[in-house]
Nanobody, 125 residues
Framework: QVQLVQSGGGLVQAGGSLRLSCAAS????????VAWFRQGPGKEREFVAG????????YYADSVKGRFTISKDNAKNTVYLQMNNLNPEDTAVYYC??????????????????WGQGTQVTVSS
C-alpha cells in the first residue's frame, strides 16, 4: 500500500505559477513511479508528468513541456509539480498517482492503483 497526500493548488492569473506537492508514505520502493494527472471540466483525466523514483527519469505530456517541471525530494518522500506560465486551459483538478513499474513511466491512468485526494487549480484569464 502507498498513501499519497497532496497539497498546493489554488487560483492564479494567466502567466502565473503554482507548485503542487505529493507526499508518499507506506511501501515506497525504487520501482515506484509517481505521476501527475489532471481532469478539466467535462474532460477525461489525462497524464501530465511522471518521475521514476530511483532513476530520476521524467516524462511530460506535450501540452506542458517547457512549462511544468516534476521533481522529487527523497528525504521527504515528496514529489513536486512546478507549474509555470499557466494558462486557462490548465484549469483542472490535479491528482498525483503512484504504482510500481519495471522500466518506463506509464501514461495510462488505469495502470495506477494509488491516488491522492486531488487539488483544484484554476487559472483566470
Amino acid at each position: 500500500q502507498v498513501q499519497l497526500v497532496q497539497s498546493g493548488g489554488g487560483l492564479v492569473q494567466a502567466g502565473g505559477s503554482l507548485r503542487l506537492s505529493c507526499a508518499a508514505s507506506g511501501r515506497t520502493s525504487s520501482s515506484i513511479v509517481v505521476a501527475w494527472f489532471r481532469q478539466g471540466p467535462g474532460k477525461e483525466r489525462e497524464f501530465v508528468a511522471g518521475i521514476n523514483w530511483s532513476l530520476t527519469r521524467t516524462y511530460y505530456a506535450d501540452s506542458v513541456k517547457g512549462r511544468f517541471t516534476i521533481s522529487k525530494d527523497n528525504a521527504k518522500n515528496t514529489v513536486y509539480l512546478q507549474m509555470n506560465n499557466l494558462n486557462p486551459e490548465d484549469t483542472a483538478v490535479y491528482y498525483c498517482a503512484a504504482d510500481r513499474f519495471l522500466g518506463g513511466i506509464s501514461t495510462a491512468r488505469a495502470q495506477y492503483n494509488y491516488w491522492g485526494q486531488g487539488t483544484q487549480v484554476t487559472v483566470s484569464s
